[in-house]
Nanobody
Framework: QVQLVESGGGLVQPGGSLRLSCAAS????????MGWARQVPGKQRELVAT???????NYADSVKGRFTISRDGAKNTLYLQMNSLKPEDTAVYYC???????????WGQGTQVTVSA
């Protein structure tokens, strides 16, 4: 399975943008599904965006039209471009890789995103 390391979090004002990166230890080209999830204290982790090996993307309603997931196979890196950020987007964001064969479900350590004036 791959090891995942997120970066790019920080403090941003409402309406601003951030781009999160997730560096994988190996090739991400054929991973079944990769995605980004977020979690705030006391709540369940919420999947916000996914991309399949066939490049099909899916988004939670709360981020649709504002967030874009993408990947660079040459760099083994997954991205999450976040625009028009809102205070309710504040959370720890986690990178995820789920594969069918071999079967694994890997998570990164998370990166904090804070949206505040």
């Amino acid at each position: 399975q791959v090891q995942l390391v997120e970066s790019g979090g920080g403090l941003v004002q409402p309406g601003g943008s951030l781009r999160l990166s997730c560096a994988a230890s190996g090739s991400i080209f054929s991973i079944s599904v990769m995605g980004w999830a977020r979690q705030v204290p006391g709540k369940q982790r919420e999947l916000v965006a996914t991309i399949t090996a066939g490049s099909t993307t899916n988004y939670a309603d709360s981020v649709k039209g504002r967030f874009t997931i993408s990947r660079d196979g040459a760099k083994n890196t997954l991205y999450l471009q976040m625009n028009s950020l809102k205070p309710e987007d504040t959370a720890v964001y986690y990178c995820n890789a789920r594969n069918i064969l071999p079967t694994y479900n890997s998570w990164g350590q998370g990166t904090q995103v804070t949206v505040s004036a």
